[in-house]
C-alpha cells in the first residue's frame, strides 16, 4: 500500500493526465492538493512510484503518466463518486420516461445517450430472446420456396428465423401458425417444448411445424449488441493505426459481448488495459453495470474509452442509465 504522500501524487498525475494527455510533470503536482512539497521532493516520489510500476516516463525530458497497475490504484482507492449534474439527470429521466419504443430500438437508443453522456464507445448486451415469454407467434410466407417464423416476445422484442419450405408448405402456413400459437404463446422459447405430434394435423404440416420451431429454439450464444459513439474512440488517440485496430475490433460483436460478459463473471465494474486479455482493445478499459429486473441480470450498459478515461464520470453513468433502463423493462 503507498504512504499518504505517494497516493496524493499519484491522484494528482491520473487527475491531471485524464483532463489533459499530457504527461503530467513534478512542478505541477507540487502544488496538488494532499502533496504541498518541493518540486525536488516530488519528482523522488515519482521516480519511486516509477520504480513500483504506477507511473512510466515515455521520454527522458517529459514528465509521467500512469500505467495500468496506478490507473487500478486509482480506481480501487481513489475514485471520488462520479455525481451527475441535474442537467443530466433531467435528460436520462426525458429520456426513458419518453422511450416507448421496441426493445431493439430502446437498447439502440440506450446506447446512443450512453455515448452522448460519456463521449466514449458505448455497448449494450440486451436479453436473450429465449428467457422472455412468447406473446404472439406467426409463420409468413417469403416465396414458394421461404417462409419466416415471427415471435413477439414479452421483453417487446421480435425474434424472426428464416425456413425453407417444401413443395405445398406455402398452403400450411396458417395451419402451422394455430398449432405453433398453441404451443408457444405464455411460454419461454428456453422451455422444454414438446414437437407437434400427430394430432396437430397432417405429416407434412407437422414436419413444417418442427422446423419452425427448431428455428425459434436455436440457442443464442448472447443478446442483442447494440454499439453507439464508436466515432469518439478515433478522437481518443493519436496514433491512426491504433484507431483502426480498436475500431476493427468494435466492429466484432462476439468479441464486444464476450469482453463484456467476462468481466461481469469475474465480479468487476471496471477491467483497465491488458487486464480483460483482449489484446487489440489493451489500449481500453472497460466499465459495465448490470441491468436487473426482478433481481435477475437480464442485460448490461458498459462505455468503452481509453485507459484515461474519466472513470468517476464513467462509473455514474452507467449506474444511472442501468437502473433506469431496468426500470423500463420491468415496467414492459
Do not use: W
Amino acid at each position: 500500500m503507498l504512504d499518504e504522500r505517494k497516493t496524493a501524487i499519484l491522484r494528482a498525475v491520473v487527475q491531471e493526465y485524464i483532463a489533459t494527455a499530457v504527461p503530467v510533470g513534478s512542478t505541477h503536482v507540487a502544488d496538488a492538493p494532499g502533496v504541498q512539497v518541493s518540486s525536488a521532493t516530488v519528482r523522488n516520489e515519482m521516480a519511486v512510484l516509477e520504480q513500483e510500476g504506477y507511473l512510466v516516463q515515455p521520454h527522458t525530458s517529459a514528465g509521467r503518466i500512469p500505467t495500468d497497475k496506478g490507473y487500478r490504484f486509482f480506481v480501487d482507492h481513489l475514485t471520488p463518486q462520479g455525481r451527475f449534474d441535474q442537467t443530466q439527470h433531467q435528460r436520462v429521466s426525458e429520456f426513458f420516461d419518453r422511450a416507448h419504443l421496441r426493445l431493439e430500438e430502446l437498447l439502440q437508443r440506450t446506447s446512443s445517450l450512453v455515448a452522448d453522456l460519456t463521449s466514449y464507445a458505448s455497448v449494450v448486451v440486451g436479453p436473450k430472446p429465449e428467457a422472455a415469454v412468447v406473446r404472439s407467434v406467426q409463420v409468413v410466407g417469403l416465396s414458394t420456396r421461404s417462409a419466416m417464423v415471427v415471435a413477439v416476445l414479452s421483453n417487446g422484442s421480435v425474434e424472426d428465423q428464416v425456413i425453407d419450405l417444401d413443395e405445398g408448405d406455402e398452403a400450411l402456413l396458417p395451419g402451422a401458425t394455430v398449432v405453433l400459437s398453441s404451443l408457444l404463446v405464455g411460454r419461454a422459447l428456453a422451455d422444454e417444448i414438446g414437437p407437434p405430434g400427430p394430432g396437430d394435423g397432417d405429416a407434412a404440416l407437422v414436419a413444417l411445424c418442427r422446423r419452425s420451431l427448431e428455428a425459434l429454439q436455436r440457442p443464442h450464444d448472447h443478446g442483442a449488441v447494440y454499439l453507439g459513439g464508436a466515432a469518439a474512440m478515433a478522437k481518443a488517440f493519436d496514433a491512426v493505426d491504433v484507431v483502426r485496430e480498436v475500431l476493427a475490433t468494435l466492429e466484432q460483436h462476439y468479441v464486444v459481448v464476450s469482453l463484456v460478459r467476462d468481466v461481469m463473471n469475474r465480479g468487476l465494474s471496471v477491467a483497465i488495459g491488458a487486464e480483460h486479455g483482449v489484446e487489440p482493445l489493451a489500449v481500453c478499459s472497460v466499465v459495465v453495470a448490470p441491468v436487473v429486473v426482478d433481481a435477475e441480470q437480464v442485460a448490461t450498459v458498459g462505455v468503452l474509452g481509453p485507459t484515461r478515461m474519466n472513470y468517476p464520470q464513467a462509473l455514474a453513468t452507467v449506474g444511472v442509465v442501468s437502473e433506469r433502463l431496468g426500470r423500463r423493462l420491468a415496467d414492459g
